[in-house]
């Protein structure tokens, strides 16, 4: 192995484009919707939207089953209100959810495309720094053997 034929730190740099940050410039490139998109995907998919979702439930079906009659709004057993308005919860957030989810993907797939152009450069680095090692191997032998010779023209 000839030493011209290992790449230099600054062949491979000029190889590769730099790294940068795909999370921030993802971020950078969300318009206001998008990112109301993102917070509901990941308020609604909480806990703590489900237990808020089913204390309403919870407490409006309870109210309107065994409050006094004068004092019901919708009455049992249609729940005609509550029914509205739970499904216009889920008509709303269902395409909001999606969004959200398609943006996160969007995200996801440029850490990926990412990771894989590190990955690229990290191998070529390696592949580099084991041919410059194997190359030094080779020179410390060759040196070994000419100490070696010069050994036994001494010792003779």
Same mark, same amino acid.
Request: proline share 1%.
């Given at each position: 192995?000839? !030493?011209?034929?290992?790449?230099?730190?600054?062949? /491979?740099?000029?190889?590769f484009s730099p790294i940068h940050n795909v999370n921030?410039? !993802?971020?950078?490139?969300?318009s206001v919707l998008d990112k109301t998109a993102l917070?509901?995907?990941? !308020?609604?998919?909480?806990?703590g939207f489900f237990l808020? /979702?089913?204390c309403w439930t919870a407490i409006w079906l309870g109210w309107n089953t065994l409050a006094p009659g004068a004092i019901r709004f919708d009455p049992?057993?249609?729940?005609?209100?509550?029914?509205? /308005?739970?499904?216009?919860?889920?008509i709303f957030l269902m395409p909001l959810i999606m969004i959200?989810?398609?943006?996160?993907?969007?995200?996801?797939?440029?850490?990926?495309?990412?990771?894989f152009a590190v990955?690229?450069?990290?191998?070529?680095?390696?592949?580099? /720094?084991?041919? !410059?090692?194997?190359?030094?191997?080779e020179l410390i032998l060759q040196i070994l053997i000419k100490l070696k010779r010069m050994e036994n023209g001494k010792s003779s």
């Open positions: 192995m000839k !030493h011209n034929e290992i790449k230099t730190i600054e062949e /491979i740099k000029r190889q921030a410039r !993802h971020k950078e490139k969300l917070w509901i995907t990941e !308020h609604v998919g909480s806990m808020l /979702i089913f049992y057993p249609a729940f005609v209100l509550w029914l509205f /308005i739970s499904n216009m919860i889920q959200g989810q398609n943006l996160q993907a969007r995200h996801s797939e440029l850490r990926a495309e990412q990771d990955n690229k450069k990290s191998e070529v680095e390696v592949e580099t /720094i084991l041919k !410059h090692l194997e190359n030094q191997n």
